[in-house]
Every structure is written in structure tokens, then in C-alpha cells.
């Protein structure tokens, strides 16, 4: 009786489990060991591992991610901290997340209209006699707009780690005569790097494979390997090679989390 | 006389509708052990947290050494405090945590090493030097946060009820190691507690606090033996508070009789309240008391019983008494005239201290 009630709690878990996150997975992994003509072969790894377009566009996604994943740190990390000592901080925090409500599309075309030639920004420059620049379909652009998508996802575990922490310890800091400057780099910090990891997971891996916006804001410039899966899948066909660069993204997912999670039982001698 | 080494003038603390301190005067002298005494809200942390730098006075003045503080930042003040819940950093080992005052200061790694080492052989942790925060018990960490608090070797220690999160047992052990932590120190303490047990046996001076203001000031035994008025008899320790009359000097009347008391100096005829410790009041058989009550209960307490009893006027008597007696029997109780103290209404403490000097020698 308690057996079966207890099955049927798990049924629906399990049946998510298996049908949206296992059996894709495997048949992501099933995929990358066959060609373009259905026969079974490793070439595909082989391929990715010597060729220097794969390997480069692995090295650039790396950078990329790494760079906009950076920068929406060092953006997030201060705006947490100053939201985190307001007065209607809950507000102010709602006021950040709420970009994430509107669609992803939306958000690079409007970027689209404030950054290209004719755009709202040029317009300014061109009101304070500024020479009109090429922003639309540069790196930084790419940067720029990635950083802006992914500064909610990094700002609320941040947010929240700062919250968590007592006021008693910044007292206790202050009262032990150290300076704001100490006080921030020596106990809020660390206090708050779970906070920053957990935003470095969340951030990281989809960065790896922007290919909407490296094709919208990036210009095709920028080829990820977010890109490469979409082209292989919708272009060439060859789902083999798209489904092995999968495996390959897969994997520095698991290694970025095995890096970013917090060890606890730390000691020092 | 020893040197003054906080005062504070005149402090007021309003908040939007609220008065939180109300004229604060008092002065702290080196080397001696204070206590903050007041039931919870009474304003003592907030006299505690202006002196430290964490809230600013609405006006008044705040001196250290001397010399006007109300402006310096927190981090500059030279004096430290023992935190309620202890703040212990738990990103940081316990070496980590007491050698923080230094580090921030930048002193030398010998110095810190030496430093750390002796603040955890005053509070006999030494051995725990590469322990985590997270493996020490209440009592353990409440001799790092003090070890902590005292590494930069400040003039003044605050402390903000260190002792209310431990158990009765260690809270009794504490207190004696408080006290003589502070006098092998030889710094000033300043101890914010609502616990008068504690604050009788650790104090060197006791300031009674209720609603913002003090209501008075001194010794544990003068406290306790001549309270002021009818809040600060009730709040420390337990008393028998009865409505009379002072007669003339040193004749009080209450429940119809008359005696001789040791208190003087009031209007004849003045409606007064006479306080009579539980432990000063001495049971004899009925012919022989002062006054007849009737047991209610008796509970044993361990080292006395604490007996419950009513006199003919419907007073609640409460007695305390190595020996026994019946429920529903009838007793005496004797008492001399140093065991009653007489309190007028609404009283001052200059006033009070003034009335006292005109008979006291």
C-alpha cells in the first residue's frame, strides 16, 4: 500500500528523467559515433581532435565565454552589493531579473536598432560631434550584448549569498579596525563565493553556445560552437559531427562544474 | 581615583517617534568592570553600539580619553567589542579570526604569530589554533570571539550579552572567568546584560536601565540592598514590596504595626514603600513574629525552600528558608531594622544620594 503510493510520487520524476534528460543525452552520445552515412566510426572524435578549425572554434567559444562570463561579473558583483544595501532592495532586484522576462529575440533586435549605423547611440555621438562607429557586428558588441543577456542569471546568486550574510560580521570587521576596503576583499568576498560559482554555472555553459546572437550581433564573425551544432544540424546534415561537438560541450560542462563546487572541510596547517 | 577613560555627557538617541536613550550621563574609569543592567529594549545596546561606532548619537557627547569620539568611523576607535551571537568569521580558522585585528593593521607575521598565540593562551584554547569556526562548542567560541576582541590590546572592552547563548552550567563557569580575565587584563569592561544574577557577580558597578534612562548607579551590594524605587527592587533579585508610612525618622508603619527602621530624612507622615528581602525575612512561631502569615506552597529550590505565604491583608509574602515548613500553617516572620529598606516615590538618584549623605556616615 505505502510502497505503491510512494511509486506514484516517483512516476512522473522518473518519466521527466528518462524521456527529457537521459534518452537525450544518449542519443546525443549515440549520434557522434556515426558519419554522415549511418556507419559506425570514431572518425568524428577523431576529426575534432586534429583538425585546427574545430580546435580554434573550441579555443574561441572558451575565450568568449570566458570574457563575457568576466564581465558580467565585474558588473554584477558591485550592482549586488549596492542593491543588496538599499532600502527597497527586494524592488530594485525585480527590476534587474525583469529583462529576462522578454524574449531573447526581442533583446538582440533591440540591440540591433540602438547599435547599428543609423542607431540610437550613433545618433548621440553624432549630437556631440563624434565620428558615427561601426559597433553592430564586432567582438565587443558580441561582448557587450552576451554580458547584458546574462547579468540577471549571475546577479541573483550573487544577490542572494549577500543577503545571507549577518550584519554582525561587517560590525565585527569595522569594529576590529578594518577598512571598507579590507572589509569588502577580506569577509564579504569570500563570504559570497558560492554565490559568485554558482553564477559562473549558470553563466558559463550557455555562453559557450550563444549562436543567435553571435549570428544577430556577432555577424557571423564570431563562430562558437554553439554555431557549428546549428550548422551541422540545419546546413550540412551531418548530425554525427553536431552531435560530437555536443559531447564535447557536455563535457566542459561537467568540468566547469567540478570546478566551481564548493569543498567544504577546508583546512590549513 | 583611578583616570576617566569614557564619559559620556547628556546623550540622547531619538529615532522618527521614539526616544531609545534619553540624557545619558555617566563616566567610566580604567581598569574596572561595568555592567549595563535593563530588561530587553531598554536601550542598553544602543549605548553600547553609539560608544562603538555602530549608531550615532542624536545629540550629546561621547568621550574617550578625553577626547569628543561622536565622529570618528568605527574602525578607528580603539576599543572592541564581544558580540551576542560572536561574529566568529566562518570563512576563517580560529588562528585566522583572532590574528584578523593585526592583519587589518598590518603588523608583522612574528608579532601576529607571537600575539595570537598568547590571546589563545589567556583564553587556554592554544591547541585550537587550526580548528574551523564550525568545530567549536558555544563555549569555545565564545572564548575566541573573546581572544578576537582583545588582540589589538584596546583600553576599553564592550561586551553585548556574551554569555546569553551558553547553558546555565558554562554561563556560571564564564562569568568567573570573565571577571578574572578583566582583572588580570587590567581594561575596562563594559558589559550590557539582562540577567541581574550575572551582573551582581561580575560587576564592579552596575548601572540599572529601564526605558532609556538610568535609574541608577553603583556597587552590586548597594544596588541590591537600597534599590531606588519599586523597578529596580523587583529587577534585582527578588523582594517583598509593601506600601507604608514614614512616621518620623526612622519609624515606619505598614499592615498596622509600627517599627524601627534605618532610613531617615523624609517628610513625617510620607507614604513611602518598604522592600524586604525574601532571605532577610526569619520564620519563628506566631507569638513571636512581627507578622502572622499562612503558607500557600513551599518549593524546594535545592539550597533553600522558597516559601509562598499571605498575611491577614491579603499581601503575598515570599520567604526564603533553609528549613521547611507545612503548607497551611500559620507562621511569624521577624526581621531587624537594617533588613527593611524604605523607598520614596519617585525619587531621583542625586536626590536619593543626597538624602542619604544627611544621616549616613
Keep these: 500500500m505505502r510502497r505503491s503510493f510512494k511509486t506514484m510520487f516517483y512516476t512522473p520524476y522518473m518519466l521527466w528523467l528518462v524521456l527529457f534528460v537521459i534518452s537525450p543525452v544518449a542519443l546525443i552520445v549515440y549520434y557522434s559515433f556515426f558519419n554522415i552515412h549511418h556507419q559506425f566510426t570514431f572518425s568524428n572524435y577523431q576529426e575534432f581532435f586534429s583538425s585546427g578549425t574545430y580546435l580554434t572554434m573550441t579555443a574561441n567559444s572558451v575565450l568568449y565565454a570566458f570574457l563575457i562570463t568576466l564581465f558580467s561579473i565585474l558588473i554584477s558583483y558591485p550592482m549586488a552589493l549596492v542593491i543588496s544595501k538599499l532600502k527597497h532592495r527586494d524592488l530594485w532586484i525585480l527590476l534587474v531579473i525583469l529583462p529576462t522576462w522578454i524574449n531573447l529575440l526581442l533583446k538582440a533586435y533591440a540591440f540591433i536598432g540602438l547599435l547599428s549605423h543609423d542607431g540610437l547611440v550613433n545618433n548621440i555621438f553624432q549630437f556631440f560631434g563624434l565620428p558615427v562607429q561601426h559597433m553592430l557586428f564586432t567582438d565587443a558588441s558580441f561582448i557587450l550584448v552576451a554580458a547584458y543577456i546574462q547579468i540577471p542569471f549571475m546577479i541573483l546568486p550573487i544577490y542572494n549569498s549577500m543577503t545571507d550574510i549577518s550584519e554582525s560580521y561587517i560590525k565585527a570587521s569595522r569594529d576590529l579596525g578594518a577598512t571598507n576596503w579590507q572589509t569588502l576583499t577580506k569577509i564579504i568576498i569570500p563570504l559570497t563565493m558560492p554565490g559568485i560559482k554558482s553564477g559562473i554555472q549558470i553563466v558559463f555553459i550557455p555562453s559557450l553556445s550563444l549562436f543567435m546572437l553571435s549570428r544577430l550581433i556577432g555577424g557571423n564573425k564570431v563562430i562558437t560552437l554553439g554555431t557549428a551544432v546549428e550548422e551541422h544540424f540545419l546546413t550540412t546534415m551531418n548530425w554525427g559531427m553536431g552531435s560530437t561537438i555536443g559531447v564535447v560541450l557536455i563535457i566542459s560542462m561537467v568540468i566547469v562544474m567540478l570546478l566551481t563546487t564548493t569543498k567544504r572541510n577546508r583546512r590549513r596547517s | ?361
Excluded at chain 2, 28 to 36: I, K, R, W
Excluded at chain 2, 61 to 80: E, H, M, S, Y
Excluded at chain 2, 103 to 114: A, F, P, W
Excluded at chain 2, 336 to 356: A, C, S, V, W
Aim: with cysteine.
Design chain 2, 1 to 361: 581615583m583611578s583616570k576617566t577613560i569614557i564619559e559620556l555627557k547628556n546623550v540622547y538617541k531619538k529615532y522618527d517617534d521614539f526616544t531609545a536613550l534619553k540624557n545619558i550621563n555617566f563616566t567610566l574609569n580604567a581598569g574596572e568592570f561595568y555592567t549595563l543592567l535593563g530588561p530587553s529594549g531598554c536601550g542598553k545596546t544602543t549605548i553600547l553600539q553609539s560608544i562603538a561606532g555602530f549608531t550615532e548619537v542624536t545629540s550629546g557627547q561621547v568621550l574617550f580619553d578625553g577626547k569628543k569620539i561622536n565622529d570618528i568611523p568605527a574602525n578607528q576607535r580603539p576599543l572592541n567589542t564581544v558580540f551576542q551571537d560572536y561574529a566568529l568569521f566562518p570563512n576563517m580558522n580560529v588562528y585566522d579570526n583572532v590574528a584578523f585585528g593585526l592583519v587589518v593593521h598590518k603588523v608583522s607575521k612574528d608579532e601576529i604569530e607571537t600575539r595570537v598565540h598568547d590571546a589563545l593562551k589567556l583564553v587556554q584554547l592554544e591547541q585550537y589554533a587550526h580548528r574551523e569556526i564550525s568545530e567549536l562548542s558555544g563555549g569555545q567560541q565564545q572564548r575566541i570571539a573573546i581572544a578576537r576582541a582583545i588582540i589589538n590590546r584596546p583600553k576599553v572592552l564592550l561586551l553585548d550579552e556574551p554569555l546569553s547563548a551558553l547553558d546555565a552550567k558554562l554561563r556560571k563557569d564564564m562569568q568567573y572567568e570573565l571577571r578574572d580575565l578583566q582583572q588580570r587584563l587590567g581594561i575596562t569592561f563594559l558589559f550590557v546584560t539582562h540577567d541581574q544574577e550575572e551582573a551582581l557577580a561580575m560587576s564592579d558597578h552596575i548601572f540599572v536601565m529601564n526605558k532609556g534612562e538610568i535609574l541608577q548607579k553603583g556597587s552590586p551590594v548597594d544596588i541590591y540592598d537600597e534599590p531606588i524605587n519599586h523597578f529596580v527592587a523587583n529587577f534585582i533579585g527578588e523582594s517583598n514590596i509593601i506600601p507604608g508610612k514614614m512616621v518620623a525618622d526612622y519609624q515606619v508603619a505598614f499592615l498596622g504595626h509600627q517599627f524601627e527602621c534605618a532610613d531617615a530624612g523624609m517628610r513625617p507622615n510620607e507614604p513611602v514603600e518598604v522592600v524586604i528581602r525574601p532571605e532577610d525575612l526569619v520564620i519563628t512561631t506566631p507569638e513571636k513574629g512581627k507578622l502572622q502569615v499562612k503558607v500557600d506552597t513551599q518549593l524546594f529550590r535545592g539550597d533553600y525552600y522558597e516559601i509562598m505565604a499571605t498575611d491577614n491583608q491579603g499581601d503575598e509574602w515570599l520567604i526564603h528558608s533553609t528549613n521547611a515548613t507545612k503548607d497551611d500553617a500559620v507562621i511569624g516572620l521577624t526581621f531587624g531594622p537594617t533588613d527593611m529598606h524604605i523607598m520614596r516615590y519617585n525619587e531621583t538618584e542625586t536626590k536619593f544620594n543626597q538624602r542619604l549623605e544627611t544621616y549616613e556616615d
